[in-house]
């Protein structure tokens, strides 16, 4: 009941954002145990869908800008929820608007009642009536005391329920346009600034909901309001213009009197942040301080702060007094309008004393509810605002079209008191703990096949002339007609110099981006027609720096398998934890996997980490596997675990492999060299060192120059045949056992000075020619 007035009036004030927010997709209803639930939400209309399409080349700077203009100016039509959000709000909570209305109408009557109960008592006292009278009037109004305080509470409670029930149904919806944004909206917003705008914008919210369920406010307000006019109109009508027209007019000025002094309060409070923000910078950097002996240049600028937050102070004390001057010069302009017109009809005989006197609540009832609903009012406002400020942030008409989540079902689903358990919370509750008998999980690993089940999957992956730019930077394209293929169960790795597009190239097969041009096949299928449910089934990432959940161990190594048709046992967890080898070390927590880890595994080693995240590919059992440099960054221990790991992963896959380290893709089926957006090379690491056409950016890379690395027989022959000459060994080289190394230098012809030319580390195995090389580039 509260809600509606307040959502009414932001759907009147802006009807044209209330058409274009919510729009229906045509999808079917989700239904979930036969209950209808909200359809998913369409973010802009088909005019600004055609426009949001990817196109089929890298856009160049002038339409780029057309289309980010586009965006703009669509998204300054979004506005709140489209009334369906109301009409499901009714739907699930009319019982308590029903009775919330119920209660409050009851309370502003009883409100409005009580300067007649009042006035009834003492004309019982100015008549020569019997004790009776007198005894009777007292208890109605007793009675009406006692009952309204009653109504109140009631209504407080069930508004509060509707209030948080709509709050609800906003965040979910919010948090649903969230997840559904692609990948590029989290890097342009960034998720921290989107999470902390959630939170401002639905505390503000919140509290104009909060604030407007007072009885003074909101729906209590309106009503007593119209019942008290009510009142006075069948009762005086002579005064009724009197307070029709004296008093709005004083609670207009109040309330303008108190946005000043609400704003002067946010500058205080801005004023302050900064004061405490400069203290604190000060302090943490004391010993910059003391070794620059700048103290006093560090005391004048907090005193600069503490200066300009006082003056502040004294503007909110100011403004204070003139709140709370101006709140009673408008009582007593009322009481006194009252007294002159009320006392003047009571010497003309035309008004009862009595009733005059019964006027004076009245006033006080008016001047209260019309202020109340001007600062209802400005709540509105304020929260509009913030709610316009959250659309035109996750309303951007970039909505994954592929993406199909609706958050929004539990809310409906879970509207009684019963709160969650913290393993409801985190999901633990879909694990299925195991007992002592039960027998071990089964080796079966599950079938890969397309969607309908009718084709195995072989795990094929070819990107033919891929072309993509990021929208931040439309006219520098990252891949530039790039044709690569991965075989299926192959270990293929990605490398080349930094910028070349390898990230790029696992996020487009991770589904995070979609090419501008050309297509991403899996088995001859483009991967844009696929479901996105199975295919997400069928990709597993583990990243250089693997994101855990604040959640126990179990959980995060079932994350991504529970809640999605896939049953998970305690049996089957551990099996996937020793085969990451992570069984060990779990088993050494006081709570084994039931233990915490804390916020992105903050308990948790960077080996133990990445052992866990491992498990969970293992757990996930994907046909498709992602690696992004999984082993940097650990000790010789950990990495050595780590690769165990990685090597029971691997087996029946098809692996992409992200290098940022040479020395952990030279045992690859297939290595691609990456420069430019496109690939140059692509072969063993063998192949592509002894080739003696190409580029030769494989060499470069490893260290070896342009010259193909020729086996270590007819190395030695043309050492024999060549003129001496002088070697010298690098600084930043150190030689394995059983290495040949070879180095030469040159002589610089502009500045004469020596310069190294070449530097390998050769084993010789039969004709083959292996080179080890632990460096990074």
């Known amino acids: 009941m509260l809600v509606l ?61 057309a289309v980010q203009s586009a965006a703009l100016k669509e998204q300054n039509r979004v506005g709140i929820p489209r009334p369906g959000v109301l009409k499901e709000l009714i739907y699930w909570n009319g019982r308590r608007i029903v009775l919330g209305f119920l209660f409050a109408f009851v309370g502003s009557v009883v409100t409005c009642s009580l300067p007649l109960a009042f006035t009834n008592v003492l004309n019982v006292l100015l008549t020569p009536a019997p004790l009776q009278e007198f005894t009777k009037a007292c208890a109605i109004l007793g009675s009406l005391y006692v009952l309204e ?40 917003e960034g998720p921290s600034n989107v999470a902390n705008l959630l939170t401002t914008s639905f505390g503000r919210v919140r509290d104009c909901l909060l604030a407007n369920i007072d009885r003074q406010r909101g729906v209590r307000a309106l009503l007593d309001c119209v019942i008290a006019l009510s009142i006075l109109i069948s009762t005086a009508p002579q005064l009724a213009w009197l307070f029709g027209l004296v008093i709005p007019i004083m609670a207009f000025t109040v309330n303008r009197v108190s946005a000043t002094y609400q704003r002067t309060i946010r500058e205080e409070s801005t004023a ?29 600028r907090y005193g600069r702060f503490v200066a300009r937050s006082g003056a502040f102070a004294r503007r909110v004390g100011m403004a204070r007094g003139r709140v709370e001057a101006v709140t009673r010069a408008a009582i007593y302009s009322t009481l006194l309008s009252l007294a002159i017109v009320g006392g003047t009809m009571v010497r003309r005989g035309t008004l009862v004393p009595t009733t005059l006197v019964s006027f004076i609540g009245f006033s006080f009832t008016l001047n209260f509810a019309f202020q109340g609903l ?9 929260a509009r605002a913030a709610l316009q400020t959250l659309w035109d942030t996750i309303g951007l008409p970039e909505k994954d ?10 809310v409906f689903h879970h509207q009684g008191d019963t709160p969650l358990t913290k393993a409801q919370q985190r999901g633990q509750d879909l694990i299925r703990p195991s007992n002592t008998t039960m027998a071990a999980p089964s080796a079966r690993r599950r079938t890969h096949t397309f969607p309908g089940g009718t084709e195995e999957l072989q795990g094929r992956i070819r990107f033919d002339n891929v072309g993509f730019a990021y929208s931040s930077r439309p006219d520098s394209p990252v891949l530039r007609n790039l044709s690569l293929s991965l075989p299926p169960g192959k270990v293929t790795a990605i490398v080349g110099p930094s910028g070349g597009g390898k990230s790029t190239i696992a996020s487009l097969l991770s589904r995070f981006y979609r090419p501008q041009s050309g297509s991403v096949l899996l088995d001859g299928v483009d991967i844009s027609t696929l479901p996105r449910d199975w295919y997400v089934e069928e990709v597993a990432i583990v990243g250089q720096t ?11 190594i079932a994350y991504g398998v529970v809640g999605r048709g ?3 046992t305690q049996a089957d967890i551990e099996k996937a934890a020793k085969q990451a080898n992570c069984h060990d070390f779990i088993m050494r927590f006081p709570n084994k996997y039931e233990t915490l880890v804390g916020e992105m595994g903050s308990t948790l080693s960077g080996g133990q980490r990445q052992r866990i995240a491992i498990a969970r590919a293992l757990l996930k059992d994907s046909k498709i596997l992602i690696l992004d440099e999984a082993t940097s960054a650990l000790d010789a221990t950990s990495e ?24 952990t893709v030279q045992n690859a089926d297939q290595i691609c060299v990456v420069k430019d957006g496109q690939v140059v090379e692509c072969g063993t690491h063998e192949s592509l060192l002894a080739a003696p056409y190409g580029p030769g950016v494989y060499r470069k890379l490893m260290g070896f120059g342009e010259k193909p690395v020729v086996p270590l027989a007819a190395a030695e022959k043309e050492e024999k045949e060549a003129p001496p000459s002088s070697f010298f060994l690098d600084e930043g080289e150190e030689e394995s056992s059983g290495a040949v190394q070879k180095e030469g230098t040159a002589a610089d012809e502009v500045d004469h000075e020596a310069r190294l030319l070449e530097v390998a580390e050769q084993f010789h195995e039969a004709t083959k020619t292996e080179t080890v090389c632990k460096g990074e580039y």
């Open 272 to 300: 302050l942040t900064a004061e405490a923000s400069a203290g604190g910078e000060i302090l943490r950097n004391i010993r910059e301080v003391r070794s620059f002996g700048t103290e006093q240049k560090e005391n004048d």
């Open 149 to 188: 305080p009653i109504c109140t509470l009631l209504y407080v409670r069930q508004a509060t329920r509707v209030v948080q029930a709509y709050l609800n149904v906003l965040k979910a919806t919010a948090f649903q346009s969230v997840v559904s944004r692609n990948i590029e909206f989290f890097d342009r």
């Open 640 to 663: 050595r675990l780590v690769q165990e790991a990685l090597d029971r992963l691997v087996k029946g896959r098809t692996v992409m492999v992200i290098a940022h380290r040479l020395s």
């Open 5 to 65: 007035p307040l959502a009414a009036l932001s759907l009147v004030s802006q009807p044209a954002l209330c058409r274009t927010h919510y729009l229906s997709r045509g999808d079917p209803a989700a239904f979930i145990s036969g209950l209808p639930t909200l359809s998913r939400p369409r973010w802009r209309p088909s005019a600004a869908r055609r426009i949001a399409q990817p196109s089929r080349s890298v856009l160049p700077l002038s339409a780029a800008a």
């Open 546 to 556: 693997p994101a855990l959940f604040s959640g126990t161990v179990a959980e995060n």
């Open 374 to 382: 001007l600062n209802s009012l400005e709540d509105v406002r304020g």
């Open 401 to 410: 079209d592929v993406l199909d989540v609706n958050v929004t079902d539990s």
């Open 566 to 568: 896939r049953e998970v």
